[in-house]
Every structure is written in C-alpha cells, then in structure tokens.
Nanobody
Framework: QVQLAESGGGSVQAGGSLRLSCAASDPTFSNLFMGWFRQAPGKERESVAAINWNGDSTYYAHSVKGRFTISKDNAKNTVYLQMNSLKPEDTAVYYC????????????????????WGQGTQVTVSS
C-alpha cells in the first residue's frame, strides 16, 4: 500500500497561489496514476486533478481547469499541484492518492483511489 505525505498548504487571499507536494513511498510509484482530491467541510471528497504514470497526460475537474496544474516527478516519487488564482471555494483539505482504477471516455474521466489516505494538507482561501 502506498504511504503518502502531503505538504504545502496554507492560508492565502483570493487570487493567490500555493504549491502542494505529495511524497509517496512506493517502489512502483513510476507506474501509478496519481491524483489530487479535496474535501471541504460538510462535503464529500472530490477529485481535483489526475496524472498518468509518466506525466504526459493530465486531467482536471471543471472547477479548477486553467488554474491548477498537476505534475509528477518519478525520480523523486513526488506529485505536485500548482494552484493559481485561488478562490474561497477552493478552501478544503487536499489529499493525494494513487488510482486503483482510472478511465477516460472522451472528455470525461473517472477513477477509484485506494482506500488508505494521508493526513492531507489544509488550504484556506480568504476573500
């Protein structure tokens, strides 16, 4: 099972930027589809972005497309999420995880993350 450690969260004003990092301890990391997820208070966890095993295909939720960028460094076993033009509605705890299942159908994508999660990192955006 992949062990994950997210970092980089913080408090910023609307329009600001943050870069999240997720270090994974799995020797098969370079073969994994990875994703970033978030959970706001009172809401279910949602997928934010995903990246394929070698980093040449990326996928985004409509709410963050054009503002967030996911990247993957297989040499460092790390996945990143660059978040620009942050909005108050981006406030949430952000998690990364590997996908046990991932599917792309046209312009839509979906996947199932593994059951175990890291501690997440809090992102708070004030207006």
């Amino acid at each position: 099972q992949v062990q994950l450690a997210e970092s980089g969260g913080g408090s910023v004003q609307a329009g600001g930027s943050l870069r999240l990092s997720c270090a994974a301890s799995d020797p098969t990391f370079s073969n994994l589809f990875m994703g970033w997820f978030r959970q706001a208070p009172g809401k279910e966890r949602e997928s934010v972005a995903a990246i394929n095993w070698n980093g040449d295909s990326t996928y985004y939720a409509h709410s963050v497309k054009g503002r967030f960028t996911i990247s993957k460094d297989n040499a460092k076993n790390t996945v990143y999420l660059q978040m620009n033009s942050l909005k108050p509605e981006d406030t949430a705890v952000y998690y990364c995880n590997a996908f046990s299942f991932f599917r792309v159908e046209g312009s839509s994508w979906s996947g199932a993350p593994y059951d175990d999660w890291g501690q997440g990192t809090q992102v708070t955006v004030s207006s």
